[in-house]
């Protein structure tokens, strides 16, 4: 199989996509020229033109907001914010109106949208430019929310995201545009909506998307022969598929959360509370969940490594359920 | 930009007797909404709009049925009443029943009828101008040669959203038409804490038209957003239009008034309620006489009651229907879909 980077993956799915609809546009701070914020949008300027590939001036404001009402009126914009953190910037926008007007609307109105933000840290960005932030978007009722952890997964979920009738706010990892990996020659698309068993084990359950994947893979290596890890990635956070991550605990009996967002009131404690509600008795193990302490994420290499997930902590934390036996 | 496309709209034409029966009308309207809230038939808290009936009846009159109206502000309800939802599917909204146009999920600050390009409210002050620019970017794109008209009144122009949607107005020159309905009061903090002379001024930095007519005068505010309204169509430009007009309800049926002159109050009110001008300026000139008139105003409470009627007796929102409408359902390729 071909390997495409995760930045030429996204461009593919955004060419594929806009090349097969004429109302899919992009827009957004240096979506033009400069080829977006890691090259996904490299090389459609040229192609669309700037009718349909639309460099804005730094407001995300107009960003999101304008993004909302073209979706109502017919069009499919791809807007892109330069980083996650600029939820926040458009926060009215995607707090009070993207997510709540269709449902405020009693379903009238429609909104087929997709932001696209990189998200994460692991860069020195400062504490500003990497945070993850699918956990309080997943608050917001009426964005569907979505994470891309592969080149795979980011074409098959870019594309999709494109097609689908909802508001979807679409978080690849910033650290892993470069990153190669699979993708078929075929036009694919993934579903929305559903996690997926990225690698079958038999005692224990890792959640893990985005780079906190990745580190999970090597953990699970570094474990072989010593626990057989099965990895299941959300990849859309809301609304969370939690019957296959359920379905996976019913099969290992142990579960470990590992998520780069911040633990407190978080995408971890749902999903094992989700867990605990449903099949408590099937746990063999306390759960244990990984995540971003309670502080901002530093700029400094050896502070930021404390405050994000290490590969080191997540062999800890599967090695802490494996201490208990099913027996 | 006193110079009209047309030629000043006057009395003697038919233009001023339509405003005026679609301003009694929705006087009409709002004067029923105040006494149910009164009854304790009404949930929430309305916001009246009267004052308002001018500017709402003169943008109704200025744009064409596949135009999109876009509401801001505070001064909502008879926005949608002016935009030609029904008043019985707007009474029921505002009553939070099945029937009313969004099923009871919006109420008074979310009616919205994209059927009739009818955006509605995001309810948070000074939102909804950045989703009209991009209704209007797609009525550029798709080339449909209609224009978007969007409201918002002297408080929302503070907010930042407002000029962000004015830079990207003049960036993509955009057929938009932002109408500032300026009633003097942003809840209890007066206009006149704002630094620009006129609010349309906000407008003149990003080069968009601007002008500030009297929106007491229903007339000269028709005239000036059918300009702004016909340029934009004409590949003009957006335009901010700012009706200077006077809020004559409180903000809202939770508000003591503590703050502006109860006699202050009386003779701004007295001076600037649109409808009572109109109507005089009609009654004088000889064009209506009171008989018209007070058919006008059987012919709308007739109308409003019956809404009120209809709202009374249709039913609840079923209970399930809560987890309707969060998303499009199935999600793209959710279960094999």
Redesign the interface.
């Known amino acids: 199989m071909p390997t495409r980077t995760m930045a030429a993956a996204m461009r593919d799915a955004l060419d594929e996509e806009m090349a097969r609809d004429e109302?899919v546009?992009v827009a957004g701070e240096d979506v033009g020229e400069h080829g977006g914020t890691g090259g996904e949008t490299a090389g459609l300027l040229e192609k669309y033109g700037e009718?349909r590939v639309?460099d804005?001036?730094i407001?995300e404001?107009?960003i999101?907001?304008?993004?909302?009402?073209?979706?109502?009126?017919?069009?499919r914009?791809v807007v892109e914010l330069w980083f996650a953190e600029a939820a926040a910037t458009a926060g009215?926008?995607l707090v009070?109106?993207i997510s709540?007007?269709?449902?405020?609307?009693?379903?009238?109105?429609?909104a087929p949208l997709t932001i696209v933000a990189p998200s994460g840290g692991g860069v020195s960005g400062g504490a500003a430019h990497s945070q993850s932030v699918h956990a309080w978007t997943g608050h917001l009722?009426?964005i569907?929310v979505v994470t891309a952890t592969t080149p795979y997964d980011a074409k098959g979920l870019l594309k999709?995201?494109i097609?689908?009738?909802?508001p979807v706010l679409f978080l690849p990892h910033k650290k892993l545009f470069d990153r190669e990996g699979d993708v078929p020659d075929e036009e694919y698309?993934?579903?929305?909506?559903?996690a997926t068993v990225e690698r079958d084990g038999g005692d224990v359950t890792v959640v893990a998307t985005q780079v906190m994947y990745h580190r999970a893979v090597e953990a699970a290596d570094e474990l072989a022969g010593e626990a057989d890890v099965e990895i299941v990635n959300p990849r859309?956070f809301a609304?969370i598929d939690t019957d296959t991550i359920v379905a996976s605990v019913e099969k290992t009996g142990r579960l470990v959360v590992v998520d780069e967002t911040p633990l407190r009131y978080g995408t971890q404690g749902h999903v094992v509370s989700e867990v605990a509600e449903r099949r408590f008795e099937r746990l063999v193990a306390p759960p244990r969940t990984v995540g971003v302490p309670d502080t901002p994420i530093p700029y400094s290499p050896v502070l930021e490594a404390e405050a994000i997930p290490s590969t080191d902590r997540i062999v800890d934390e599967i090695r802490q359920v494996m201490a208990h036996s099913s027996v | 930009m006193s110079e009209r496309a047309e030629g000043p709209t006057t009395v003697e034409s038919e233009r001023a007797i339509q405003l005026l029966r679609e301003m009694v009308r929705l006087r009409a309207f709002d004067e029923a909404v105040a006494e149910r809230f009164e009854a304790g038939e009404i949930p929430g808290n309305p916001h009246l709009c009267f004052g308002h009936e001018g500017s709402h009846a003169a943008i109704g009159a200025a744009i064409r049925d596949e135009d999109w109206w876009v509401v801001g502000g505070a001064r909502q309800d008879t926005q949608f009443v002016a935009r030609g939802l029904t008043t019985n599917e707007v009474m029921a909204e505002i009553y939070g029943k099945a029937t009313g146009s969004n099923g009871g999920r919006g109420g008074p600050m979310h009616v919205s009828n994209v059927d009739e390009n009818f955006y509605g409210h995001a309810a948070t002050i000074g939102s909804p101008q950045n989703p009209a620019a991009g209704i209007a970017l797609a009525q550029q794109m798709l080339d449909t040669g209609n224009v978007v008209v969007c409201t918002v009144g002297d408080g929302g122009t503070s907010r930042g959203s407002f000029h962000t949607a004015l830079v990207l107005a003049a960036t993509w020159d955009l057929p938009v038409v932002y109408v500032v309905e300026n009633n003097q009061w942003a809840i209890s903090v007066s206009r006149d804490v704002l630094p620009p002379e006129q609010l349309s001024d906000y407008g003149k930095p990003v080069g968009l038209h601007t002008e500030t007519v009297d929106g007491t005068d229903p007339l000269a505010a028709y005239d000036a957003i059918r300009d702004a309204v016909e340029r934009a169509r004409d590949g003009g430009g957006a335009s901010v239009v700012e009706c200077e007009l006077y809020r004559m309800a409180p903000h809202s049926g939770r508000d003591d008034e503590r703050y502006r002159d109860p006699a202050e109050k009386r003779r701004a009110s007295t001076e600037g309620d649109p409808v009572s001008n109109l109507k005089r300026a009609l009654l004088e000139s000889g064009r209506l006489d009171q008989a018209d008139v007070e058919a006008m105003v059987d012919e709308a409470t007739a109308e409003v009651e019956s809404a009120v009627e209809f709202a009374r007796e249709s039913d609840w929102p079923d209970p399930e229907d809560l987890y309707e409408h969060v998303f499009v359902e199935p999600l793209y390729g959710q279960g094999g879909n």
């Open positions: 109302t546009y009718e639309r804005t001036p407001l404001i107009g999101a907001g304008h993004a909302l009402g073209a979706a109502v009126a017919g069009l914009p009215d926008e009070n109106q709540k007007q269709p449902y405020v609307s009693g379903g009238r109105l429609r009722s009426g569907v999709s995201a097609r689908d009738d909802n698309t993934l579903p929305l909506g559903e859309t609304p």
